[in-house]
């Protein structure tokens, strides 16, 4: 959706002024967009939805004072870009594993966890509007991590939310110059880690529903064989917090059959969509029988074959997701077959 600051009336034609005296209906209305634009700047889903929340209170405290210059939508978006630039000052960007410039490692090695750093989080399809699906993968999101906070907040405005330059140096107060300049800075980082519209994957077909299905049943027969042919040969696997990241189909079928505690029927998945990327929750059988949370994989599907994995060992995403605490002992994994890629984008 393109925003112009000449625009005096809202999406749905209702005068500005008349939109924030319905401060629920509004806050209603751009949650969804907010959490996406707070996500892509803070890189974590907990964060982001802090941010929104100041974005609203600084709103409602100032919406006395609107003039109607621009939209309403507009107005949040300038509120909340300079709520996230205040945030992230002095904050250190949220890497992957493998953003942290080490090498990747062999199954053998040992793990390596690290909770001082400030890890990439991933984000469930349905807090967010997810219409451009390319500017929310994990893989474009970890990119924005490396770029400097404005030179982030430049890029989001002008290429995705198609603002202009004239706005993002109004909004940023700044110089068209200036704009113009951290918008070329950060297009040639991006271009470096090759993140084009190109490398974006589209709804899944049929092929890779079948493969979502195998790749589920294959863990929970613990088949590795399986899981190492769904891979591509060159596929990578990581796991935050844990620093170790590891590439090669069979290399990672050695990390998962050796270093994963679960054995044949301990390990149920359900079928998720985080950052519009097909996931899945992984649940470990415990001593008590019943399956508790073990990670959240965050899947990069090329064609009909796992091209990357990010495993996510954080239990607070179960519930961010609205997945369950654990499951019972008679559980038995459902094919995911049904599940979209994506949702659908809510105006």
Not at 130 to 146: M, N, P, S
Not at 195 to 223: G, I, N, S
């Amino acid at each position: 959706m393109t925003t112009t600051e000449s625009g005096t009336t809202t999406a749905t034609g209702v005068a500005p002024g008349a939109e924030l005296e319905d401060f629920d209906g509004l806050t209603a209305r751009y949650q969804r967009e907010l959490m996406a634009h707070c996500y892509r700047m803070s890189g974590s889903v907990h964060e982001a939805e802090d941010l929104v929340q100041e974005t609203f209170l600084r709103a409602w405290k100032a919406s006395a004072t609107f003039q109607g210059r621009s939209s309403v939508r507009t107005w949040l978006y300038r509120i909340a870009t300079n709520v996230c630039l205040t945030n992230l000052e002095g904050k250190p960007r949220r890497p992957l594993p493998a953003g942290l410039g080490t090498s990747d490692q062999m199954a053998g090695d040992a793990l390596e966890e690290n909770h001082e750093i400030a890890w990439l989080e991933p984000v469930p399809d349905a807090a967010v509007v997810v219409a451009e699906r390319d500017t929310l993968r994990l893989a474009f999101v970890a990119a924005l991590q490396h770029l400097p906070a404005r030179q982030r907040a430049v890029l989001v405005l002008r290429d995705v939310l198609r603002w202009s330059a004239k706005e993002t140096a109004e909004a940023l107060e700044t110089t068209v110059a200036a704009v113009n300049s951290a918008l070329q800075r950060a297009h040639a980082q991006l271009g470096e880690r090759a993140l084009t519209e190109d490398t974006v994957v589209e709804d899944l077909d049929e092929r890779q529903q079948m493969l979502l299905d195998r790749y589920l049943e294959a863990f929970w027969a613990k088949d590795i064989d399986t899981i190492v042919s769904l891979l591509k040969h060159d596929a990578t696997w990581d796991m935050p917090p844990f620093t170790n990241w590891y590439r090669g189909s069979a290399n990672i079928g050695d990390l998962i059959g050796t270093k994963c505690p679960g054995g044949v029927q301990d390990m149920p998945m359900i079928p998720t969509v985080a950052n519009g990327q097909p996931a899945f929750a992984l649940y470990m059988r415990s001593p008590q029988g019943d399956f508790v949370p073990f990670h959240l994989q965050v899947l990069h599907l090329e064609g009909d074959k796992v091209r990357h994995v990010t495993a996510f060992f954080e239990p607070r995403l179960f519930e961010t997701f609205g997945l369950p605490d654990r499951l019972p002992a008679d559980y038995v994994p459902a094919a995911p077959a049904a599940v979209p890629a994506t949702t659908p984008a809510a105006d």
